[in-house]
């Protein structure tokens, strides 16, 4: 299982084993912020980061951040 | 002797700031009793100063955690605080857990001391017991924000007295969450004859107390990496309330005890439906505008047509968990798993607001 959530240090307290970090609470999966286009490729790159995280070995409950994170405020 | 110097954190809706639409409001501060720290100095009297409120949107707080926390010491030294009071939270998920991480930076960081107070439901509990701050004391409330009265009475009870330097008791006397720290103390019985006596009780089916309980953490095994996801089969869960337009399983805002799962055989993306959101505990707007932002399928799809996974499950396991009860949610998550491995699913990508 991978854990999509911006609240990756609760989800990794919890014990969770692949957290990936999302964009916002309110949008983990893209930023309404970007053009559509930009947002999906957002949104693909935290699925990508979250089945790489799949993949990977972990002894412990670990956070993995997508390539791309949240725009600027 | 100077009057002990509190520093009190809300979040943005009891600092009077607004509701669910301004939880992305950062940090700021008021140098002086705000909202219900009015009240909390009421029951002080004189035995503490609030000198300074600090307040930050419950969002803003998890999503740039290092940055508030950071400001929120400046802040507390400026004013020369010696304790932190935060909350009290009540069964606000991401206000508890902000409190816990503000009460724990700050003990570790400054040695202040820490009270804060939510319902022992609250995902802050379990940082609590987790952190065993010392310094960190979390008093159990009510789920109601109606029993502000009481939160605060309880802690402000306590707070006078490491405020005025009185020795502090244990859980069991002062009412606080036990953090498991042992602490060593003279009793009259040798160790050998307490033992005796509690296992005497035991057998005789008396009541005895155990002088150290052993709390177990609940272990949740980490699975193993999967090897490559070509033959894998991937389903998509979901806990941020988003539902068929209709909401036809009768979903809650708040406290829910069932999961569903729907349809997304044939859709390209979750905009090729009609859902609604149904989740008392965030800004629903973004979510209902795209709900792709929960469930990823747009994303999704197209990863499965490059065939960076066998096939995505045609449904996706959908729930709802404002304030849901640590069981309820437990129970959730295993008859879904039951679900999920009896339809063949290997992995899952669970999303969660």
Known sequence: MAFITAMSMV?????????????KLRHPCGDPNLPEETDLALRREIVKCALGALQMDVNDPTIFVPNILSTPE | MQVARVMCYLNQFFAGVGGEEKA????????????????????????AKIVVTSYCGDDHFHEHRDEVLEKIGQIARNQDVKIVVAGPAFLAGRYGSACVEVCHF???????????????????????????????????????????EDALSTMARFISKLAVGLAIGSASEEGYIPRCIRADEVVNKRGVERAVEMLLNKLAGRPFATEIPVERPEQIPIPPRMENLTDACIALACTGGVVPLGNPDGFRMFKNTQWRKYSIDKLNSMKDAKWEVIHGGYNNAFMLANPNYGVPLDACRQLEREKAFARLYPYFYATSGAAGLVSDIRAIGMTMVRDMKAEGVDAVLLVST
Do not use: C, W
């Open chain 1, 11 to 23: 989800g990794q307290q919890t014990g969770a084993s692949r957290v990936v970090v999302g964009t």
């Open chain 2, 24 to 47: 992305e409001t950062p940090l700021g501060f008021y140098k002086e009793p705000v909202g219900p720290s009015k009240r909390l100095q009421a029951l002080l009297g004189n035995s």
């Open chain 2, 106 to 148: 700050l003990s570790t960081l400054a040695g202040l001391h820490g009270v804060t107070g939510m319902s022992v439901e609250n995902p802050g509990v379990d940082a609590y017991k987790k952190y065993k701050d010392r310094r960190v004391f979390l008093f159990p409330t009510s789920d109601a924000i109606l029993s502000m």
